[in-house]
């Protein structure tokens, strides 16, 4: 059984901070891209930053020079720090991770359950 449990979310005032943690747990072999995804109100889910294997990032226009994806492999897990936070950055954010697990030799992605970011006043 495979788990990705975020941690973090909260409510906050604009221009505060707040940084998600998302850690994998179970039997795993090998993890791949790890994401940070989010959902608003009546909005698709949207990709938010990813970070490769080889630790290669990328972001998305609306969070470049705000947001910092990173990993610890060691510990399997997957951080957002995110910065100078603005209203319509409100949504639950949702973690990703493509991995294998033991056994195996394909890649399975598997999603976190979800953590509720309120940037209010």
């Known amino acids: 059984q495979v788990q990705l449990v975020e941690s973090g979310g909260g409510l906050v005032q604009p221009g505060g901070s707040l940084r998600l943690s998302c850690a994998a747990s179970?039997?795993?072999?090998?993890?791949?891209?790890m994401s940070w995804y989010r959902q608003a109100p009546g909005k698709e889910r949207e990709l938010v930053a990813t970070?490769?294997?080889?630790?290669?990032?990328r972001y998305a226009d609306s969070v470049k020079g705000r947001f910092t994806i990173s990993r610890d492999n060691v510990k399997k897990t997957v951080y957002l720090q995110m910065n100078s936070l603005k209203p319509e950055d409100t949504a639950v954010y949702y973690c990703?991770?493509?991995?294998?697990?033991?056994?195996?030799?394909?890649?399975?992605?598997?999603w976190g359950q979800g953590t509720q970011v309120t940037v209010s006043s």
């Open positions: 990703y991770a493509d991995l294998v697990r033991r056994g195996s030799y394909s890649y399975t992605i598997y």
């Open positions: 970070i490769t294997g080889g630790v290669t990032t």
């Open positions: 179970g039997s795993i072999r090998s993890i791949g891209d």
